[in-house]
């Protein structure tokens, strides 16, 4: 198999990464991907690192058996803390995290104060604090882990009006910010929701950025899918009919698309 007709691997610790996959789908029609949403183990958040880097081996154990010619980490979590672990034990097959990207499309020049809202242990790391302190030193960066986001979106109820949630989560951080970062890709579900809240400020989505990253990197290799339709198989290690309820409010499949993984 070429390199250009190998699939890409797209993994997260549930249905936050179809805002990565749905990116991807439609700026590269022709490439082939598997997504596999780690539903089992979901949420990521208050995970240790040691369990991070165990749930993460196994799937990339897996990618590396389908034969994938990139992973991308669609998840602020893992990319956070277990991205160079990943680098090391995965040498041939390169691998994207979220973070990077992130931060390397931030419109600093239009920001002062940013507020952060990423998982506890995508905050505990201070990834994105120590990338933004190198790179834009004069920008300053609060940072805030939403213990009720991500549970409120695998369960489906962010269909619902969530507003109130919202507002308890982030009522301390009104006005006092000109812009913030959605650094967990379950985030940009309830984007709309969040600026209700927050108001008309800058808002930056992991799930954008890093679909600038392979683009780029794709095109460096000249590994670019080129011809006919691509597939997407969309895997999860939890139950086929929970994650079919919990994404079907903004990615369009079916729910016998959906198939169960043990890994």
């Known amino acids: 198999m070429s390199w250009n007709e190998r699939p890409i691997g797209?993994?997260?610790?549930?249905?936050?990464?179809?805002?990565?996959?749905e990116k991807l789908?439609?700026?590269?029609?022709?490439?082939?991907?598997?997504?596999?949403?780690?539903?089992?183990?979901?949420?990521?958040?208050?995970?240790?690192?040691?369990?991070?880097?165990?749930?993460?081996?196994?799937?990339?154990q897996y990618f590396q058996s389908r034969q994938v010619k990139m992973i991308?980490?669609?998840?602020?979590?893992?990319?956070?803390?277990?991205?160079?672990?990943?680098?090391?034990?995965?040498?041939?097959?390169?691998?994207?995290?979220?973070?990077?990207a992130t931060i390397k499309y931030l419109p600093a020049s239009k920001l002062h104060r940013v507020l952060l809202l990423a998982t506890q242990a995508t905050v505990t790391s201070k990834k994105y604090d120590t990338f933004i302190h190198q790179a834009y030193p004069s920008l300053q960066l609060i940072s805030h882990a939403p213990h009720s986001f991500v549970p409120l979106i695998e369960s489906g109820q962010y269909r619902l009006v969530i507003i109130e949630d919202i507002k308890k989560e982030l009522k301390g951080?009104?006005?006092?910010?000109?812009?913030?970062?959605?650094?967990?890709?379950?985030?940009?579900?309830?984007?709309?929701?969040?600026?209700?809240?927050?108001?008309?400020?800058?808002?930056?989505?992991?799930?954008?950025?890093?679909?600038?990253?392979?683009?780029?990197?794709?095109?460096?290799?000249?590994?670019?899918?080129f011809k006919g339709k691509g597939r997407i198989e969309i895997y999860t290690t939890g139950k086929a009919s929970a994650f079919y309820r919990a994404s079907s409010g903004f990615f369009h499949c079916l729910e016998e698309d959906i198939h169960e993984l043990r890994i």
């Open 173 to 225: 951080y009104i006005s006092q910010v000109d812009g913030v970062i959605l650094g967990c890709t379950h985030y940009p579900i309830i984007q709309d929701q969040i600026q209700q809240v927050m108001g008309d400020l800058i808002y930056i989505s992991s799930s954008d950025s890093i679909l600038w990253d392979i683009q780029a990197y794709l095109k460096e290799k000249k590994w670019l899918a």
């Open 10 to 21: 797209v993994f997260d610790s549930g249905v936050g990464g179809l805002t990565v996959l």
């Open 72 to 100: 991308v980490l669609a998840c602020n979590t893992t990319s956070a803390n277990v991205l160079e672990e990943l680098r090391i034990l995965f040498k041939d097959i390169p691998i994207i995290g979220v973070i990077d």
């Open 25 to 60: 789908r439609h700026a590269l029609p022709c490439e082939h991907f598997i997504f596999i949403g780690d539903n089992a183990h979901s949420p990521y958040g208050e995970k240790t690192k040691e369990q991070l880097l165990d749930y993460a081996k196994n799937i990339c």
